[in-house]
Structure formats: structure tokens, C-alpha cells
Nanobody, 117 residues
Framework: QVQLVESGGGLVRPGGSLRLSCTAS????????MDWYRQAPGKQRELVAT???????NVADSVKGRFTISRDNARKMVYLEMSSLSPEDTAVYYC???????????WGQGTQVTVSS
């Protein structure tokens, strides 16, 4: 069982920046590919960014050039750096872990990001 805890959400003005963090309670964090998803009110959950166990990254077109995903295996953490935020980025952001060895995947409880003036 892996517990994921997100932090760093909050209220930010348009054009501002936030860094989300996700910490994982596992001693084998490095076998997990990690994702950030988001879900806005009334919308489906969407994949925002991915970083694999070998640190390959990908971000959704809607956030390309504004969001960056990274990981620190020693600290068992994954980050989402968000800049040039707009109201359209308002959502609950979820951390997600996918094992490279066909094990179960895990979700965090989410952190709210609100972009508003």
C-alpha cells in the first residue's frame, strides 16, 4: 500500500505561480511512474503531466511551456511547477503512482488550486 499526500495548492492570481508537491510512503518509489491529474468542477479528470521511473517527462498540450514535472527519488517526492496560471487551471490536482511492474496504482486525495483575481 502506498499513500500519496499532495501539498502546495491554494489561491493564486492570474499570471501567478505555484509548486505542488506529492510525497509517497514507499521505500521503492523509484519503480513508480508518477502523474499529476486535475479535475475541474463539472469536468472529467485529465492527465496534466507524467514523469517515468527513468525520468522521461510529458505534459499536456494545454499546459506545455507553463508546467514542469520533476521528481526527487531520495525524498520520494514528485513536483509540479506551475507558472502563468489562468482561471482555466482551477481544479483539484491529484498525484498518481503507477508501478512499472504491473502492481496496483495509487491516488492521492488531491489539493485545490484556485486561480482568481
Amino acid at each position: 500500500q502506498v499513500q500519496l499526500v499532495e501539498s502546495g495548492g491554494g489561491l493564486v492570481r492570474p499570471g501567478g505561480s505555484l509548486r505542488l508537491s506529492c510525497t509517497a510512503s514507499t521505500s521503492i518509489f523509484d519503480i513508480y511512474s508518477m502523474d499529476w491529474y486535475r479535475q475541474a468542477p463539472g469536468k472529467q479528470r485529465e492527465l496534466v503531466a507524467t514523469i517515468t521511473s527513468i525520468r522521461s517527462t510529458n505534459v499536456a498540450d494545454s499546459v506545455k511551456g507553463r508546467f514542469t514535472i520533476s521528481r526527487d527519488n531520495a525524498r520520494k517526492m514528485v513536483y509540479l511547477e506551475m507558472s502563468s496560471l489562468s482561471p482555466e487551471d482551477t481544479a483539484v490536482y491529484y498525484c498518481h503512482a503507477r508501478s512499472d511492474y504491473n502492481g496496483p496504482d495509487y491516488w492521492g486525495q488531491g489539493t485545490q488550486v484556485t486561480v482568481s483575481s
